[in-house]
């Protein structure tokens, strides 16, 4: 049996990666003042920058029914004869329940996985049901077991400003420019389910980070106390960041946990859109096979 494994861009995973990896990617569109983009393609992170502190009208929807269709077709044609397909999380959008009744079609052949996860934890499920794909599992397996684990993650986003989640309508005006005035970095979180506030700090970005990496040495002791730091996989992630911040959010993140396995991809164009430029994350999931 010859199994692939299907994801979307909002795990961070780019093209490149993805054919290294023998991962097989769904683009997820952004539009752009009525013109649709591809995070990686005909966008690049530095554009995409521009058009968000341009003002430009920026909007983020999920790939057409057909385009979803069009990729297992492929697949099949090229002699799988299983897909295992990985959205975003069902509670942050309604792709995943889109592709769910679509593959009602193709029964035993199509298994949408209902993650719960985005960015750098969606990326780790993706991961494992690679390695657990090379281990001969079916996709009814691989997708029992990504589920069964799927609330077995935990993310932090901070936000340089509120400016962003004001225009998507996710917080008020008058929130926005206070936060502004008094130099507030909102700390946001991703527990699965939804986006929900954590905390906030005054002042530097670096505050925010150990903010956000006392809250994984939290999760670490309640969440995760039983498992062992092999099976857990800690993700960093940012946008609209310099390299020498990439580098320094990388180094603090080594320096609290240097036991865990740490990697860093750029933070999804989904998330991007609302959290603007000067963002930075961590996910934490456990993945073990």
Same mark, same amino acid.
């Given at each position: ?128 049901? #690679? ?6 599992? /079916? =996709?009814?397996? $691989?997708?029992? %077991? !990504? &589920?069964?684990?799927? *609330? ?76 062992? #730091? ?6 960093? /992630? =940012?946008?609209? $960041?310099?390299? %020498? !911040? &990439?580098?320094?959010? *990388? ?39």
């Amino acid at each position: 049996m010859k199994l692939a494994i299907l994801t979307d861009t909002n795990s961070g995973i780019s093209s490149q990666e993805a054919q290294e990896r023998g991962v097989f990617l769904l683009d997820m569109p952004l539009i752009i003042d009525d013109k649709v983009y591809y995070q990686g393609k005909n966008l690049t992170d530095s554009d995409f920058c521009q058009a968000l502190e341009g003002d430009q009208c920026v909007t983020t929807c999920h790939p057409s029914l057909g385009n979803l269709v069009k990729s297992w077709e492929d697949l099949f044609k090229q002699g799988f004869d299983q897909v295992v397909y990985i959205p975003m999380s069902s509670a942050l959008s309604s792709s995943c329940s889109s592709a769910k009744l679509l593959a009602e079609s193709y029964p035993g052949r199509v298994h949408v996985v209902d993650n719960h996860r985005i960015s750098v934890t969606q990326k780790a499920s993706v991961l494992k049901a #690679l390695a657990l794909a090379h281990k001969n599992k /079916t =996709g009814q397996e $691989i997708k029992e %077991d !990504l &589920e069964k684990e799927a *609330l077995r993650a935990t993310i932090y986003l901070s936000v340089n400003n509120l400016d962003y989640l004001k225009k998507g309508g996710r917080v008020t005006p008058a929130a926005a420019a206070i936060a502004s005035v008094l130099n507030i970095k909102p700390i946001l979180t991703i527990q699965g389910e939804k986006i929900d506030s954590y905390g906030r700090v005054r002042g530097r970005i670096q505050r925010a980070q150990k903010k956000m990496l006392l809250a994984i040495q939290k999760d670490l002791k309640e969440k995760f106390s039983q498992e062992s #730091l092999d099976d857990l996989s800690l993700g960093l /992630t =940012g946008f609209g $960041i310099s390299k %020498d !911040l &990439e580098e320094a959010w *990388l180094d603090l993140a080594r320096e609290a946990f240097p036991q865990v396995r740490i990697h860093y991809d750029p933070l999804p164009a989904s998330i991007a859109s609302h959290t603007g430029p000067g963002a930075f994350g961590i996910g934490l999931s456990l993945d073990s096979i």
